[in-house]
């Protein structure tokens, strides 16, 4: 048996997070990346948690995705010697009586019971942070520095000779994968939500979104966990905090935030934070978002050298090792996709 050669194109969350677990498998591949400097990977808090949404519910498979993060994120800081994933509480802040209705019926569901840290006395202090409604915290959450995962694991491949700085253009690998004069028996794209322009994947339905993340600065005293009501603040542990996030369904420019949108963040900070602040800067990024799908894997329907692993939205940093996995197993070991998951079987 010929031992499968793979180029993976992105080296975003998605593509880092496939070729580890190639390496781990001692398969041959190659990173070929843009190398630039805002993506929707580098741009993201990279939060993790198991109670979501307005309406308060469970996220999806959060109790398999969650350990299988957890433990691929900790196996590669014990093997690079760096600390990436910070496991915090989060408290979450009800917006307004319609969220203190949702939360009265989802506190008797055990399910989501199971993710909440009982707590006595105040929530947060509220002479930082406004809280008229109440709310609980949330346990097994945290977040990942996704820029400082990314930039190690970088290092790290690039010195084994298995990273490169590059573009690929979108007319190759017809009928064969051929990078550089390389020859790969597989190509698996991880371009998050430009995949949508590729002749290969443009009839995917992607409604990707664009958000914005601020740096600022402001005094909140001791709190360490990730505070939530209608904006996330998260404290970095080093005096700076990032809010966000914006969402953008409509956008002119790629990776450029609209003032309104900013404009809409900064009014949701206002109202919760009592404390002034200092904006330091902004970052703004593409959530890959697949209309309808929680992600798509799997091969091309009538191209089986082109593998695909995008959708990852706002959670790829929860999603991603899971995810990758599966596709490892697919494309290695011939195991089959779920449907649901299955990029062939959506087409």
Known sequence: MISPRILIIGGGIAGT?????????????????????????????????????????????????????????????????????????????????????????????????????????????????????????????????????????????????????????????DREVIWQGQTFTQVVFCTGWEAAKHPWFDWVPFQSAQGTVLQISADIGSEARIVNRSCWVLPRGDGTLRVGPTYEWQFQEAYTASPAAVAGLETKLRELLKRPYQIHGSQTGVRPIIRGRQLLIGRHPTRAHLAFLNGLGSKGVLRAPWVARQLVEHLIESKPIEAELDLAGNF
Not at 129 to 136: K, M, Q, S, V
Not at 142 to 153: E, I, N
């Open 17 to 173: 997070t496939l070729a580890w677990l190639l390496h781990d498998r001692g398969l041959p591949f190659l990173i070929v990346d843009r190398d630039e400097p805002a993506t929707s990977s580098k741009v993201a808090a990279g939060l993790l948690s198991p109670i979501t949404g307005i309406r308060l519910t469970l996220s999806w498979r959060y109790e398999t995705l969650y350990p299988e993060a957890l433990a691929f994120y900790r196996d590669k800081e014990a093997r690079l010697g760096l600390t990436f994933y910070r496991e915090v509480p989060t408290a979450l802040l009800l917006r307004d009586d319609k969220a203190v209705a949702f939360w009265q019926k989802r506190r008797e569901q055990p399910e989501i019971m199971n993710y909440v840290q009982p707590t006595s006395g105040p929530l947060v202090n509220e002479s930082v942070f406004d809280n008229p409604n109440g709310g609980f915290e949330i346990k097994h959450s945290g977040w990942l520095d996704t820029a400082a995962f990314l930039q190690a694991s970088r290092q790290y491949f690039q010195q084994l000779g298995c990273w490169q700085t590059g573009h690929v253009g979108m007319d190759q690998f």
